[in-house]
C-alpha cells in the first residue's frame, strides 16, 4: 500500500481582482469602441467564439450580441478554433455545444467551418489563412482571453491576435503557423496577426484577463489601430495573476485532472516547469522529479494533448483519450513528444507506489510531494511533511495543524479532497 509521508491542507491566496458586474463592463467597453460609427443597420457582424473555458464567457458572448444589434446590425458567432475539435466542422459543433455555445442561449446562430483560404501574404511572403465562415460578415468583433502561452512566450501569446491568427486561421492555419516551430512563433504572431489586420474588416477586439481564481478580473475593448501593442500590456498584467505552486522543488507532483478545459497542453507547462519541446531548455524553477496525472476531464472530449508532459498515469486516463483528436493537435502543434503516453497503471495505488518506488533514493519523511487537483486551481492543495515545515517558517502560511491522510476509495484510487469549480466556468 502507498506510504505517503504525512501531508497537510494548504490553502494559498493570490491576487484577486474581479470584476463585479460583467454584463455592465461588456456594454461599458463595447461603447468604448465606438462600433456604431463603423457598423450600420443590416450589416452582418461576426463575433469569435473558440473553444477554451473561459468564466463568464456565455454573459460576455451574449452582451457583444446584444450590443451590436442594438446598432442593426444582424450578428453571429464565428466558431474560431484552429485544429481543435478534431479540425472538423462537426468536431467543433461537438465542443461549443457542451459549453453552452450555441443560438439558445447567445441568440444568435453559430457557424462552424473548416474550410480555409489563402487571404493575403505577409510582408515576409508568408500566405495567410482564413475561414469561409470569416470571409462572409461586413465586420468582425474578436473576442478572448489574453494570457500567457504553452509554448512560447513573446510580445503577445494566448489572446486577441492569436485567435485571429490560429482560430480564424482555421485547421490550414494553425497548421502553417505551429508548423515554423517555437522559435520562430513569437515573430510569427503579431507579422501574421497584422496582416490579418491590414486583410479582414477587423472592428476591434474585446480583451478578458482571469486572475488565479479563473474569475473575470478586467474586461477591456482594443481598438483595431495599436491591437498589438495594447494586447502586449494586458499579457504582462495578466502574468501578475497567474498562480502558482508552494515551492519551487518537488519530488513528486500529483496531479487530479489534466485537459484542454485546464490548459491548451492539458497540464500548465507554466505551472509544471516542463515544456518538452526539442531544443528548447526546460525552465529551471519549478523543478519537479515526478509527475503523476489521474485522470481526464469530460470537458476534454478526449483530447489528452500534454498527457506527455507526466511520468506516471492511469488506464482510465488512456481509456478516455481519444487517439485521432488528441494526435490531430499534437501533429498541429508539432510538440508530438506532448502525446507519448507515459507508464500507466490499472489504479492510483498502483501509480503512487510506482512513483514512490522511482524515488526510493529519498526517506519517506523527507519527500517533497505536492497533490493538486489540475494546473488550473491552485489555491488549495495537499503537501508533505518537508514542505508543510519549509511553508510554515514564511510569514501568512495558511496550513491545516491537523495532517491530512490521503485516502484511496474501493477501487483504490485516490479520493482528493478538493472542490474543482470547472464545470461552473460559463
Known amino acids: 500500500m502507498a506510504n505517503f509521508p504525512r501531508m497537510y491542507r494548504l490553502k494559498q491566496h493570490f491576487a484577486n481582482p474581479v470584476v463585479e458586474d460583467v454584463p455592465a463592463t461588456v456594454q461599458r467597453e463595447l461603447a468604448a469602441l465606438k462600433l456604431d460609427e463603423a457598423v450600420s443597420p443590416g450589416r452582418k457582424i461576426g463575433i469569435t467564439v473558440g473553444s477554451r473555458g473561459i468564466r463568464n464567457l456565455l454573459p460576455i458572448l451574449e452582451g457583444c450580441a446584444e450590443h451590436l444589434r442594438r446598432l442593426g446590425a444582424e450578428p453571429y458567432f464565428i466558431a474560431a478554433m484552429g485544429s481543435h475539435g478534431g479540425g472538423r466542422e462537426q468536431g467543433q459543433r461537438e465542443v461549443l455545444e457542451s459549453l453552452g455555445i450555441n443560438e439558445k442561449n447567445l441568440g444568435a446562430p453559430v457557424v462552424a467551418c473548416d474550410r480555409c483560404r489563402v487571404i493575403a501574404q505577409t510582408p515576409g511572403g508568408l500566405p495567410v489563412y482564413c475561414l469561409e465562415s470569416a470571409l462572409e ?132 507547462t507554466n505551472i509544471i516547469g516542463r515544456i518538452r519541446i526539442q531544443g528548447v531548455p526546460e525552465p529551471e524553477t519549478p523543478f519537479v522529479k515526478r509527475i503523476a496525472v489521474l485522470d481526464l476531464s469530460d470537458a476534454s472530449h478526449g483530447n489528452a494533448h500534454g498527457i506527455g508532459l507526466a511520468d506516471f498515469t492511469t488506464r482510465r486516463l488512456v481509456d478516455k483519450m481519444d487517439r485521432r483528436v488528441t494526435y490531430r493537435n499534437s501533429l498541429t502543434s508539432t510538440f508530438v513528444v506532448r ?88
Request: aromatic share 6%; net charge negative; hydrophobic share 45%.
Open 339 to 426: 502525446s507519448a503516453i507515459p507508464m500507466y497503471f490499472d489504479t492510483d495505488e498502483q501509480l503512487v507506489d510506482a512513483a514512490l518506488a522511482s524515488l526510493s533514493g529519498i526517506p519517506v519523511e523527507k519527500l517533497r510531494i505536492v497533490v493538486i487537483p489540475n494546473t488550473l486551481f491552485l489555491n488549495e492543495c495537499l503537501v508533505s511533511e518537508s514542505i508543510a515545515e519549509e511553508l510554515r517558517k514564511k510569514p501568512g502560511p495558511n496550513l491545516e495543524p491537523a495532517p491530512e491522510e490521503p485516502a484511496f476509495d474501493g477501487d483504490r484510487n485516490l479520493v482528493l479532497p478538493f472542490y474543482t469549480p470547472h464545470q461552473n466556468y460559463l
Open 137 to 268: 460578415p461586413d465586420g468582425i468583433l474578436v473576442v478572448n482571453r489574453v494570457k500567457t502561452h504553452t509554448s512560447f512566450k513573446a510580445v503577445v501569446e494566448s489572446g486577441l491576435v492569436k485567435m485571429m491568427v490560429v482560430g480564424l486561421g482555421g485547421p490550414s492555419g494553425a497548421t502553417q503557423f505551429h508548423g515554423f516551430g517555437w522559435a520562430e512563433l513569437p515573430r510569427l504572431l503579431p507579422e501574421i496577426g497584422r496582416t490579418v489586420l491590414n486583410t479582414l474588416p477587423i472592428l476591434g477586439g474585446l480583451a478578458i484577463v482571469e486572475n488565479a481564481y479563473e474569475e473575470t478580473a478586467l474586461v477591456r475593448a482594443v481598438p483595431r489601430e495599436g491591437m498589438v501593442e495594447r494586447e502586449a500590456e494586458l499579457l504582462a498584467y495578466s502574468k501578475t495573476l497567474m498562480p502558482a505552486l508552494p515551492v519551487g522543488e518537488i519530488d513528486f507532483l500529483i496531479i487530479g485532472e489534466m485537459g484542454k478545459n485546464f490548459s491548451g497542453t492539458g497540464i500548465d
